[in-house]
């Protein structure tokens, strides 16, 4: 992998950022304070030459681990966004036919229903890849969204040339995936290249890391000793272990996640 | 460690041809799949009572295994000896075009499947056009279940050069015809055993023989812009180096606004210098030397390689909404940057895709493939999709619907360029001290032009004349400009052919627009044919222009033949004559329209002159 190879993944992902910018408002983009979302924003500073020009969301269950939250605390003067805190409603609240695992990771849906509904935005930036799941290999830059949330995966609008779907009939929204072309060790290499801060779950302690971070009630560390940047890249040359293998919610039934992502998970 | 750009592959073929099949087997045998997909997909197989299905690895949706089709554009990564390469899967379904052109259109490549026993079908040949049309010239042909045939040397042969024969009719090459059993893995990673008669590249091989399309810096310089930014002092305008170089202290100019300025500086973020060049691929910020008016779509180029400059363009497209287009419609247009309306002039061609011959229609309609001309009331930066694929392709949208995407051909538009006003940024606007209110006041009316289109013989001249007559009587500031005086002098260097016909035109706009500055009620009477130049004039009097159709129809104006000019047209001793070689474009929406043919001289007269007595009435504005 050579540096040209992410510069030009860098370089679309700002096109696309700053089309996004220019064509739908109001725009604000979802801060899982993961390394993702963290690459997101350090590319947003680069497309806006310093700024980042839109609210930043963290869509909060309360449930974090206490190292996001202090990650949180620290990035957001640093680099002077503008964070929104949103609440994310209780569980208890949720579809209860739905695996607990899903059912938990639901509650971010509802949490972003409510921002929508109560902001009216009509884009929301968010750092999801293809590669790391395969329903997520079948979305759009830009993908329209109705009032309800929900994303109709059979009926996507076409995209090509970089002429991305930017207008949406009122209620409806768009979520905007400036990163759906990067890997998971595309990202790595870049935060390595760019000295990204990374929240320090992610490198390993007595033998256990976080590869992807989500609640704690339903995200659980892999066995690994890659305790740097450089170790996390070897490890991930050579895995063949999915991303999301912590994932609780991604083994609890063959469609747990499409039916989240169908009614408007990210 | 893999060292060459990563591939970008699209799968295309009929259905159930073994794309899917392929796909899944291409994955594994490359060692690509994630641990425990291989066997996922044995007992999903299993649980099915079928033999492994390998085409199961990309149906990653519980809905698409109920049904068996794949349903959208998926992504999917391996290696091969060489390279990383990336594939997009395409699936077969008709109604699913629109699916494959989002994949398909960013692709380097296409491996087209054929199924060994049922040959080219419908949706192979459709989708081999669609790669033509989306500009992917490296194509790979698979002919696919040789274990169904035999592994009959005969029958390979045949299929394979029914596909060949029919991508050189479109102008493709296939760059290798292999003949592979997708789902035992011949003749993909290598050569089977199965067909020793087979001498050529295993799959692998040929892709690793292919080229990554990559921006071009040796092009000239198309940079859109994308946006503005003012975050603090600076005014930073962003866009993407489509092709070519910029530098810093390029001379740019800005299309279609024709306006010019220095690169003052490149901008960045982050630690290092400021960069002095940036390359085609770049997302750049650049500031300007002098403060011009630049906005999002407009193109910026280096002055000696501008794009062209026409409101009027070919393109060849495919159309993807269940209402037809039909000449007349109106759309909008995204191009580069750019957004405009745009209607459809005429519909030229509809390709059968079976025969590649013309369908018998001038509808188009959904998954059709064809060729129209369209018109924008702005003149378009635009370029032949040859010369720069970014600024030479575009999409049509339909309310909050994309139902178009085409390529531009510009073969007969000519560039008009040489026709806009320069508009430097050395000049500046010297304000008069007088008021445009005091003028009128003075003058006891408002400055106008009244512009009368119509075809030779309509009675143009005759009405300027009348109505000139008429409300000089009446006190007015009133001049007629008329075509052969105006010959005479101001236009004295052109002639006939279509750019000094234009220039002509846009010279009388820009006087006469003059003339109403200095609150004269000015009347032109010039054929003016094109809507386009029309449209120019319009612009430079903004405000208070009104457009006259002095309509007579073409036949009473031949009887009429006042300079006997029809039968000298009809004869062939004056070419391009407007209504009998050349076309008249009539005014979509006039401000006024009289016909000459029906009414009487002295009607027609009347009608002007209440027009302009109302129009330029001080109150009136
Ligand atoms: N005999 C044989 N059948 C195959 C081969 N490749 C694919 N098939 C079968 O052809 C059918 C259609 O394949 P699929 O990959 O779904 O086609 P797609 O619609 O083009 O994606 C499936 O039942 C496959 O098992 C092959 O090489 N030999």
């Known amino acids: 992998m050579t540096s040209d190879h992410l510069r030009q993944l860098e370089q679309r992902t700002i096109y696309i950022l700053r089309e996004a910018y220019s064509r739908v408002k109001p725009l604000g983009m979802l801060w899982s304070i993961g390394k993702d979302s963290n690459a997101l924003l350090w590319m947003a500073r680069k497309a806006f030459f310093g700024n980042v020009p839109f609210p930043v969301i963290q869509l909060d269950t309360d449930m974090e681990l206490p190292e996001v939250y202090a990650f949180r605390d620290r990035i957001v003067p640093e680099w002077n966004l503008r964070l929104q805190v949103e609440h994310c409603p209780p569980e208890a609240e949720m579809d209860q036919t739905l695996p607990p695992a899903t059912r938990a990771a639901a509650r971010k849906t509802e949490g972003l229903k409510n921002l929508i509904r109560r902001q009216g935005y009509r884009g929301i930036l968010l750092g999801i890849r293809r590669d790391e799941q395969s329903t997520r290999a079948k979305e759009r830059v830009f993908s329209p969204r109705g009032i309800d949330g929900a994303w109709d995966f059979r009926d996507q609008p076409p995209e090509f040339w970089d002429q991305y779907k930017t207008d949406v009939p009122d209620g409806a929204h768009l979520r905007i995936h400036p990163l759906l072309h990067w890997t998971e060790l595309d990202i790595w290499l870049y935060t390595r290249q760019e000295g990204i801060p990374i929240v320090p779950l992610y490198l390993a302690r007595d033998g256990k890391r976080y590869r992807s971070l989500g609640e704690k009630n339903i995200t659980f560390p892999i066995d690994s000793n890659a305790s740097s940047i450089d170790e996390i890249i070897a490890e991930l040359e050579t895995t063949r272990m999915p991303e999301r293998a912590g994932r609780a919610m991604d083994h609890e039934a063959e469609d747990s996640f499409e039916r989240l992502r169908t009614t408007g998970y990210m | ?621």
């Open chain 2, 1 to 621: 460690m893999v060292d060459a750009a990563q591939l970008r592959l699209v799968v295309v073929g009929h259905v159930d041809h073994g794309k899917s099949t392929l796909i899944g087997r291409l994955l594994h045998d490359t060692g690509s799949l994630p641990d425990g997909k291989a066997e996922e997909v044995r007992a999903i197989s299993a649980r099915r009572g079928m033999p492994v299905e390998w085409s199961f690895v990309l149906d990653a949706l519980q809905a698409e295994r109920d049904q068996a089709i794949t349903i959208d554009t998926t992504r999917l990564w391996f290696r091969t000896a060489r390279r990383s390469c990336v594939i997009i899967d395409a699936p077969g379904h008709r109604e699913f075009l629109r699916n494959m052109i989002s994949g398909a259109a960013e692709a380097d490549a296409a491996i087209l499947v054929v199924d060994a026993q049922e040959g080219m079908r419908e949706q192979t040949r459709r989708h081999a056009y669609l790669l033509h049309l989306l500009g992917i010239t490296q194509v790979v042909v698979v002919v696919n279940k040789m274990d169904a045939c035999g592994f009959s040397e005969a029958r390979f042969r045949e299929v394979g050069s029914a596909a060949t024969g029919y991508l050189a009719r479109i102008g493709l090459h296939p760059v290798a015809v292999i003949p592979i059993v997708a789902r035992d893995g011949d003749n993909l990673g290598q050569a089977s055993g199965r067909m020793p008669w087979y001498g050529g590249p295993s799959l692998l091989e040929s892709l690793d023989g292919l080229l990554v399309a990559a921006p071009d810096s040796t092009r000239p310089l198309r940079l859109p812009i994308q946006d503005v930014y003012k975050f603090d002092e600076r005014r930073i305008l962003v866009g993407r180096v489509e092709a070519g170089r910029l530098r810093v202290g390029d001379s740019l100019l800005f299309s279609p606004s024709n306006r010019s300025a220095r690169v003052a500086t490149i901008e960045s973020w982050g630690p290092g210098n400021a960069p002095l060049e940036a390359g085609a691929g770049d997302s750049v910020g650049f500031t300007l030397d002098e403060p011009v008016f630049v906005e999002r779509g407009d193109v910026a180029s280096h002055h000696d390689q501008a794009p062209k400059l026409s409101p009027l363009f070919r393109c060849h497209l495919f159309w993807l909404s269940d209402r037809p287009l039909v000449p007349g419609r109106s759309l909008r247009l995204k191009l580069a940057t750019d957004e405009a309306r745009v209607s459809v002039e005429t519909v030229e061609r509809v390709v059968d895709t079976e025969t590649l011959e013309p369908v018998d229609r001038t509808e188009v309609r959904r998954n059709d493939m064809a060729t129209v001309v369209l018109r924008c009331r702005e003149l378009l930066s635009l370029d032949p999709h040859a010369e720069s694929p970014a600024t030479g392709r575009c999409a049509l949208i339909d309310g909050f619907d994309t139902v178009a995407g085409g390529v531009i051909d510009l073969v007969g538009f000519p560039d008009q360029r040489p026709t806009v006003q320069r508009r430097s940024s050395d000049l500046y606007m010297v304000e008069h001290l007088l008021s445009a209110e005091a003028r009128a006041a003075r003058n006891g009316h408002a400055g106008a032009v009244i512009w009368l289109t119509g075809l030779s013989g309509a009675g143009k001249s005759t009405l300027a004349m009348q109505v000139e007559r008429e409300l000089f009587a009446r006190g007015y500031a009133i001049y007629v400009l008329d075509g052969d005086n105006v010959r005479r002098g101001l236009n004295a260097d052109l002639g006939f052919a279509p750019e000094d016909r234009a220039e002509n035109i846009r010279r009388v706009g820009e006087v006469a627009a003059l003339f109403a500055d200095a609150g004269v009620v000015v009347i032109t009477a010039f054929i003016s044919p094109y809507r386009a130049d029309r449209e120019r004039a319009r612009a430079a009097a903004a405000g208070c222009f009104h457009e006259v159709y002095v309509r007579a129809d073409l036949a009473t104006c031949e009887r009429r033949d006042p300079k006997g000019l029809y039968q000298r047209a009809r004869s062939g001793a004056v070419a391009e004559f407007t209504g009998i070689s050349a076309p008249y474009e009539e005014p979509e929406d006039p401000e006024l329209l009289v016909d000459t043919a029906e009414n009487s001289l002295e009607a027609c007269v009347a009608a002007v002159v209440r027009y302009v007595v109302e129009r330029t009435a001080i109150s009136a504005g």
